[in-house]
Nanobody, 121 residues
Framework: QVQLVESGGGLVQAGGSLRLSCAAS????????MGWYRQAPGKQRELVAA???????NYSDSVKGRFTISRDNAKNIVYLQMNSLKPEDTAVYYC???????????????WGQGTLVTVSS
């Protein structure tokens, strides 16, 4: 019932910028933590950045100072602003959220379908 839809991926040159968006919809009572993960070919999925509903942000060491995660709680959207992109940032980026489902009042972890980011050298 709950869906996450990512957008904003594409091809960009090294040093360029890109902004990813993730919109949550469905029977959502409340969204707790939201985050971005990525998976490069032949690699395991890794956490890129996370943000709770009202707390501090958390970043992977490899993206600190370059990426910024933010969220619009009213619209149930999380963003990832990616600056100074490097070829090693190339991966499929996945949105993740932990939500409280309406009526059932249960927690559910939800994943988006992923959006491809390719950074050319």
């Amino acid at each position: 019932q709950v869906q996450l839809v990512e957008s904003g991926g594409g091809l960009v040159q090294a040093g360029g910028s890109l902004r990813l968006s993730c919109a949550a919809s469905g029977n959502i009572f409340k969204i707790t933590a939201m985050g971005w993960y990525r998976q490069a070919p032949g690699k395991q999925r890794e956490l890129v950045a996370a943000i709770p509903s009202g707390g501090s942000t958390n970043y992977s060491d490899s993206v600190k100072g370059r990426f910024t995660i933010s969220r619009d709680n009213a619209k149930n959207i999380v963003y990832l602003q990616m600056n100074s992109l490097k070829p090693e940032d190339t991966a499929v980026y996945y949105c993740n959220a932990v939500v409280i489902i309406s009526v059932s009042w249960r927690y559910q972890e939800v994943w988006g379908q992923g959006t491809l980011v390719t950074v050319s050298s």
